[in-house]
């Protein structure tokens, strides 16, 4: 069964801290790049942060990059995202997302094929 479960969510003030976990499936995550993506209320879903296979590979959204990191640890399956210096704007429901297909990487939402539930993060100002 194909699983992603997010974790450590909740609400911090501005300028604070969180981190954020993904427990995966084995099957869907020791061969396939990663990603976060986030729905704010109201907005469309958008990309936040991606991680290759190995790690070695990461990207982020221009409105993130420098504040928050993205990671994973193979060894656990599990995938990680530090936010730090969160803003009001930040507040959203927060997805991690497996590729569909093995060993391909982008930042597109649609190659994405399994999603979790997804865990909100609320910023207080």
């Known amino acids: 069964q194909v699983r992603l479960v997010e974790s450590g969510g909740g609400l911090v003030q501005a300028g604070g801290s969180l981190g954020l976990s993904c427990a995966a499936s084995?099957?869907?995550?020791?061969?396939?790049?990663m990603a976060w993506y986030r729905q704010a209320p109201g907005k469309e879903r958008e990309f936040v942060a991606a991680?290759?296979?190995?790690?070695?590979?990461?990207s982020y959204a221009t409105s993130v990059k420098g504040r928050f990191t993205i990671s994973r640890d193979n060894a656990k399956n599990t995938l990680y995202l530090q936010m730090n210096s969160l803003k009001p704007e930040d507040t959203a429901v927060y997805y991690c997302?497996?590729?569909?297909?093995?060993?391909?990487?982008?930042?597109?939402?649609?190659?994405?094929?399994?999603w979790g539930q997804g865990t909100q993060v609320t910023v207080s100002s």
């Open positions: 997302a497996a590729q569909r297909t093995r060993y391909s990487y982008s930042q597109t939402e649609t190659d994405f094929g399994s």
């Open positions: 084995r099957s869907i995550f020791v061969d396939n790049s």
């Open positions: 991680i290759s296979r190995s790690g070695s590979t990461t």
